[in-house]
């Protein structure tokens, strides 16, 4: 498969969990799953979701403006809780709430009037769904599960699960049909196995209808990136990926978790994935009314005021340099002549590349533009010295992260090898 050109240089998106969970303040789907709220309860925040400020306008606005190039929205969690009418179920916001109407249209003409792509998460799993806990896993080696996604011993019925995975493949007919998504983000997909799904039926059929839509890695079959999930890779996966990271601890509103993630702590996380290649996407949580908590916007400013100063090392680019030639992550322009060197601490004496054979024409700070010293020490034959560069002054730092421009007289060349011994 070959991936549109547009996701890996995106760089930064937005993810949106946005549901009846937020009544209530509980975990997304999970609480109801685990236990920690019973069902009934669970379901009855359907008549306290109003979606009373709902502004998709406000949120592309705001997504667009912190230097984010697509935003992901949950259409249907694994509570099987539709934000649109989706066929075959009437456990939607649309008939089952005050909110009574389609949020996901309104999402989707306000992220492209602002340019952004157009992300749809979408759950295979609904543990709502009467016909979804049928049949059980199809490995073996799978534990038993739980009363909302596997039958009683000895009550599985093959034929009510092909009338599920018939109805819901239905549902993603109509997501594409009617959104045109560019990218569609599964989940879920744990539950049962590639065939017990029919992913290579599903998948051919998305691409039947839209080509040009990327899929995540959950759909296994038709997979055009990785997704891990809260945790950043110490090595990057191979190919492209995309890290889906929380701003707090949770995905969706919680009124009690105030855990939020410094705007340091973000443009670190960010550093990291894009220097390995990858893109950062970064989770709210809305309240039931479709407001972003205030503390979750401020830090999507901050993190956007730093990719606002430093644009050029990260939309666009490419992985940097592998660990041992600079002390932090980096970045590559497209055309192989620019490294980003990222310092999340001010250089005291300088800044050191190793390894680095293309010589160097001009150092500067991205954002200040001003130019700093650089010369080479040793190298021996074809064996290259150490690059070092001066050390940016207090006033051209960035309280985050400074970023050094290094302009090369020709496209990158790393030696890789152990010297001249």
Known sequence: ?????????????????YGIYAVD???????????????????????????????????AELFARVGAKYAVLTSKHHDGVALWEAQHSDLNVIEQTPAGRDLVTPFTDALRKRGLKVGLYFSHADWSHPDYATVKHGDPGKPAGNPLNTPPEGEEDPARWERFRSQYHDQVR??????RPDLLWFDGEWERTDEQWGFQELGDTILAMNPQTVLNGRIRTHADYATPELSLPVV????????????????????ADTNHKSVGLLVRYLAETVGMGGNLLLDVGPREDGTIPQEQVERLEGLGAWIAKHADAVHGTRAGLPAGHHHGPSTLSADGRTLYLICFAVPRAGVAIKGLRTPIRRVSVLGSGTELAHRVYGGFDEFPGLHWIEAPTAADADPHATVLAVELDGELDLYRGMGHY
């Not at 498969?1 to 969990?17: E, N």
């Open 236 to 255: 990057a996966p191979d190919g492209p990926w995309e890290l889906c990271l929380t701003i707090n601890d949770a995905w969706g509103y919680r009124h």
């Open 25 to 59: 303040g509980v975990a997304e789907s999970w609480s109801m799953f685990t236990g920690e709220v019973p069902r009934e309860q669970y379901m009855k925040q359907l008549a306290g979701f109003t979606a009373a400020n709902y502004d998709p306008e406000a949120w």
């Open 1 to 17: 498969m070959t991936l549109q050109p547009w996701f890996s240089d995106a760089k930064f998106g937005i993810f949106i969990h």
């Open 174 to 179: 109509d997501l594409i049909t009617r959104f």
